[in-house]
C-alpha cells in the first residue's frame, strides 16, 4: 500500500517521466539527422509512458474507493455494470491483439524481408505507385 512519504517519491518520478517525454516530443526533431538516436528516444520514451501508465494504475488500485469495492468481500464477484462492460471489451480486444501479434510475428519472421529479392523489389515498385 502506498503511504503517504512515498507519495513525494512516487510524484517525482512521474514528474520526471514526464518532463523527459515533453523534452523528446519538443527536442526529437532536432536530430533527424541521426535517425538511430532518435528511434532509441522513442523507445525510451514509450517505456517512460507504460511506466507512467503502471504508476497511475498503482496509484489508482491502493486508493480506499477501489479496495472497498473489490476486497471488502474477496469470496465473491463484485460485477457493476461499468466491469462488465470494460470485461467484454478486454475479452474483445484481447481476441484482436493476439491475432494481429501473431500474425506480425509470423509476417516478420519471412526470411525474405531480410535479403534483396525479386518478391522484395516488387513489393516497394507497388508500394511508390
Known amino acids: 500500500m502506498l503511504q ?3 507519495y513525494s517519491l512516487v510524484l517525482l518520478i ?3 517521466l514526464l ?3 515533453l523534452f523528446v516530443n519538443s527536442f526529437s526533431e532536432l536530430l533527424r539527422a541521426a535517425p538511430v538516436i532518435q528511434l532509441v528516444l522513442f523507445i525510451i520514451q514509450d517505456i517512460g509512458i507504460l511506466f507512467n501508465v503502471i504508476i497511475i494504475l498503482l496509484m489508482m488500485f491502493n486508493t480506499y474507493v477501489f479496495q472497498n469495492l473489490r476486497w ?3 469470496d465473491r464477484f463484485v460485477w457493476t455494470d461499468g466491469l462488465q462492460v470494460l470485461f467484454v471489451f478486454q475479452r474483445l480486444a484481447a481476441v484482436l491483439y ?3 501479434y501473431k500474425r506480425t510475428t509470423e509476417y516478420l519472421g519471412d526470411p525474405r524481408l531480410y535479403e534483396d529479392s525479386p ?3 516488387d ?3 507497388r508500394a511508390r505507385q
Do not use: K
Open 72 to 74: 471488502m468481500e474477496s
Open 98 to 100: 493476439y491475432y494481429f
Open 14 to 16: 512521474q514528474l520526471a
Open 19 to 21: 518532463t523527459f517525454d
Open 123 to 125: 513489393a516497394f515498385a
Open 4 to 6: 503517504t512519504n512515498n
Open 119 to 121: 518478391w522484395l523489389r
